[in-house]
Structure formats: C-alpha cells, structure tokens
C-alpha cells in the first residue's frame, strides 16, 4: 500500500515528568497525523546521542521549522528508513549535536505513527509489519535511590519486580501494583520516619541501606507471589556508571564504601545469590565489557542487563554479542535517536539471543509509544514503572492492546 505524503511538521514546547521541558513533534498527512514527545533521562550514558542543541528545546524547535520541515514535506510517510537517514544527513552529525537526539526521535516516531494512522491501524501492528505479537513481562521499579531519588535513600538506584510465571499482561501488571503497596507496608513497620516520599519514576524513596532495602522488596514481592498465585522475582538497576569515580572505585556515599573493580562484581554476584535476583542492569560502569562479560559466565537464571554500556546502539551491542557481555539489552529510542535504529539494535539483540528490555526515562511523559514499541518489536520486558501518570499511561495501553488482541493476547515467553 502506497503511503501519504507529509504535509505539515510542527514542533511544539511540553513538560515531562519532572517538570523539565522537552520536544512534540506532530507529522501530518492529507488524511492522517501523529505526535510524539521525547523523555529524558537523569541516569545518562556517555554514548548516548546529545539530547538537544546548545539552545535547548527552544532552539530544537526553531531548527525543525526552519531546517527539518521544509525537507521532510512532500515524502512518502511511510518511508520511515529514508526519512531517518535524511534525519542523519541534515544534522551531519555522528550524534546528533545539531538538532538532537530528542528531536530526532520525536519526530521519527511521529512520522511512524502518522504512517500507522493513515492505514487506520494501532502502531503496534505497523511496527510489527502484520506479524504475530506478545504482551511484555512489565519491570516496575517499587523502590529507588540514586540519582532518582538522593538524600538518605539508597546507593542502589532502583529495587525491581519483576512477574515471570503469570498467565496475562492484565495479572502481572496488577502483581507489581501490589508489590509496591506492599513494599510500603513494609516500609511504614521498618521506619518509623517514613512519609510516603517517591522518587522521579514513582518508586518509594526511604531512608535505608540498600540491604534493608532488598530485604523489604524481596519479602513483598514474596508476599504478593503466595497472595495472587503467580511469581514475582526481585531485580535491580545498579547504574554504577554514577558509582563510579573514574579513579578506580564505585563509590557508595551513603555506606560510605569503596568498591574495587573485584569488589564490586563480587558484591553484586552475592546479593543474585542471596535475594535470587532475576535480573541485574548496569552492575558495572558503561565501558567495562570484560567485567560484564565475567559477570553473566557466573550466573545462571539472571539477566545481566546493559544500558549504559550499549546505549541502544547496534555498533555497542556488537562488540557486547562478541565478548559475551550480558544476556540482555535496555531499549530507549531517544539514546540512540531513530526508530529506525532502535529497530536494528532490538532485532539484533533478539537474533542474539539477548533479552530486549523496552525501557521508559525517569522523565517521561504521557505519550504511550513504548507500549507500542514493545509489542510491535517483541520485547519480551518493559521497564515502564508501576504508578504514576506518565508510566501508567504505558501500562494502561497495553491492558487496551490486550484487550484489542482478544483470544490472540499471549504473554511473552522468557527465557532467564
């Protein structure tokens, strides 16, 4: 089926989950239209492409009016490959310095949910070119520190759960929902001077170490297995790149502990053995591909998952598919800039035999494209939070997907 051709590119000034502006772009044909906006994120990888232009959202958005529309209007929608090389070529950087790696994604995916809508099909099944689809495993952060949440809160920058036998998207969705109040019911008993505090992605934020803290997630997640019948498993997001010192330790400040190179990948292999942990991101800094490597030879029935180390980007990735480094990759479109891209490294990962994660940002917005993503890509995970606006925005699309599936809805299989 011939697409429609472009006919308006508008960019637009929103404000994410933090209250930190950011990019919509909204693509329109004769007869169709879609909009997206980009998130950002406040635990960021060296090779990410840059997020904006010097001038911030202000000057992305004067640089779509003036420089990207004019070229884009008049192409086939549908030309999704084209359109996101051409987005290559006018910035004429490897990074997207010139008009930014935000700007880019929003208004590739923009441009592919446009092309979806003029074929009056939900994006997911564009994505998915009309093949066989599965609901994602949702990953729900229900207690977090670190950058996402500082003061007292712990080193660790998120507690994950994580539901691997259930029979649907609807039943495991609701297992996270219950872990997290769980998780605050514990919390209320274990700290006294608790007050309900949560960080950017919805996550309670106490005023523990991160044992304590894995010990309350993991009793909840426990708890919630025996009461809804399924089985919830226990993760973690160290981000040790914001660990580490570059002088040689990871630097935990509120435990006041340094960590060796060693040191680190031992503690982390201790705490798979003694909470169970059925998946680990980032457990060392982003360039660390040998460690990474170490890391997953030594453990069975976890996923050793990199986001910093491979940024979405399929040369990254490569290198990791060689030296064996992981068994699982995060997927953010705007790290690398296109869906195109983002397509390539997710295919690859799957070929591979790794795990594609499809992850939000901490600041997200309310547009449900991941949900989208996830299904039409076959991710068999997505990071998407537990509450909130913005991350039940994902969630609740998917229960619609779910429901639009019917008798077809299946839950991915995962193989940990």
């Known amino acids: 089926m011939c697409g429609q051709v472009i006919e308006g590119v508008k ?36 090779h990410e492409v840059a997020s904006y232009p010097k001038g911030g959202v202000d000057e992305a958005i004067k640089l779509v009016e003036n420089l990207v529309a004019p070229k884009l209007v008049g192409l086939d929608v549908e030309k ?19 008009i930014g790696g935000n700007t880019a994604i ?11 809508s003029s074929r009056n099909i939900p994006f997911f099944q564009y994505l998915s070119k009309n093949k066989p689809v ?12 670190g950058k996402h949440a500082g003061g007292k809160a712990p080193d660790i920058q998120e507690f994950l759960a994580l539901p691997v036998e259930v ?10 929902i219950r872990v997290h109040m769980k998780v605050r019911e514990l919390l209320e008993k274990a700290d006294v001077t608790f007050t309900g505090g949560k960080g950017d992605e919805g996550a309670w934020a106490p005023n523990l170490d991160n044992d304590k803290a894995l010990e309350i997630v993991a009793k909840a997640a426990e708890d919630v297995s025996k009461e809804l019948g399924v089985e919830v498993r226990v993760g973690l ?9 570059g002088r040689g330790f990871y630097v935990y400040n509120r435990e006041s502990v340094k960590r060796t190179p060693g040191e680190q990948a031992d503690y982390v292999l201790n705490l798979i053995k003694t909470y169970k942990l059925v998946y680990v991101e980032d457990p060392l800094q982003e360039e660390d591909f040998v460690g990474f490597a170490e890391i997953t030879k030594s453990v069975k029935s976890c996923l050793i998952c990199g986001d910093d180390i491979f940024t979405t980007n399929p040369e ?3 290198k990791g598919i060689k030296l ?93």
């Open 11 to 46: 960019a637009s000034k929103v404000f994410n989950s933090r209250g930190s502006p950011t990019i919509e772009v909204e693509v329109s044909t004769k007869n169709s239209s879609g909009r997206a906006e980009a998130p950002s994120g406040a635990s960021t990888g060296l």
């Open 80 to 98: 999704q490959e084209d359109i996101d090389k051409l987005l290559h070529e006018i910035d004429g950087t490897a990074s997207f310095r010139r």
């Open 106 to 116: 929003a208004i590739s995916l923009a441009v592919g949910k446009a092309a979806a």
């Open 134 to 145: 599965t609901l994602p495993h949702p990953l729900g952060n229900v207690l977090g520190g």
């Open 167 to 176: 029979s649907s998207f609807s039943e495991a969705a609701w297992a996270n």
């Open 237 to 245: 997001d160290v981000a040790s790149s914001s660990l580490w010192d």
């Open 316 to 318: 990254r990735l490569r």
């Open 324 to 416: 064996k480094a992981g068994n699982a990759i995060i997927i953010k479109p705007n790290q690398i800039g296109t869906l195109t891209e983002t397509l390539e490294a997710t295919k690859m990962a799957n070929d591979a035999g790794y795990v594609s994660v499809a992850s939000h940002r901490s600041g997200e917005t309310c547009d449900p494209y991941l949900a989208h993503l996830a299904v039409g890509f076959n991710c068999p995970i997505i990071k998407v939070g537990v509450v909130g606006g913005e991350r039940l925005a994902k969630i609740n699309e998917l229960l619609r997907i779910e429901k639009l599936l019917g008798k077809k809805a299946k839950i991915a299989e995962l193989k940990i």
